[in-house]
């Protein structure tokens, strides 16, 4: 007796959390929290996960607006600086407005889709270099280096382009910091 009525209450509680979890239907798997220091601030965007033909995409959506996707298979442990550069980057074609009707419009043009991305990657270089995740920062330059000299294709810069264009916006944002630290050394 007591254990069937809890089996109704199980089951009354998953057909409840069906219903209020409404996102579920439309493939919304699950929500990212902060992935690194400065998202909410920076971004904030809702992130997602949801299988798409692409490993990561920003996109507005009709309802949530700016959003961030990531194919599921970035939740993998292994993954872990794959997924966080992504998300900086994805993070950067909504800030730098490449994903508004006048952004698209651009990506169409000549050399349209190799400056957004080497754009996004200097970003997401930046973002991460200030954060514990730097060395995440230098995993993908090295993996992107890999890839070699031609370009996948779509207008999409070549790996050793994306690598050469992240390893100087790294050094850069370090400088900078180093810089800032030094005259605030000198003030005291
Ligand atoms: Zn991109």
């Not at 909410?40 to 992130?47: D, E, V």
């Not at 033909?53 to 298979?73: E, M, Q, T, W, Y």
């Amino acid at each position: 007796m007591k254990k069937s009525s809890f089996i109704l209450g199980v089951f009354a509680a998953l057909i409840t959390s069906t219903l209020v979890a409404g996102p579920a239907t439309d493939k919304i798997a699950q929500r990212e929290p902060e992935p690194f220091a400065g998202y909410s601030k920076k971004c904030g965007f809702p992130i997602l996960f949801a299988n798409t033909n692409s490993i990561s995409l920003a996109r507005i959506d009709a309802r949530l607006g700016k959003i961030i996707v990531l194919d599921p298979v970035l939740r993998y442990p292994g993954q872990d600086a794959h997924r966080r550069f992504l998300i900086a980057h994805e993070c950067a074609h909504h800030l730098q407005g490449h994903t508004s009707v006048k952004g698209l419009q651009n990506r169409r043009k000549d050399k349209g889709v190799e400056d957004q991305e080497l754009s996004a990657d200097c970003w997401a270089a930046e973002a991460l270099a200030l954060t514990e995740y730097a060395a995440n920062v230098k995993f993908m330059a090295d993996a992107f280096y890999r890839k070699g000299l031609h370009s996948p294709g779509s207008g999409y810069p070549s790996g050793v382009q994306r690598s050469t264009m992240i390893y100087h916006c790294l050094q850069s944002a370090r400088r900078q910091k180093a810089a800032k630290e030094n005259t605030g050394l000198k003030k005291k």
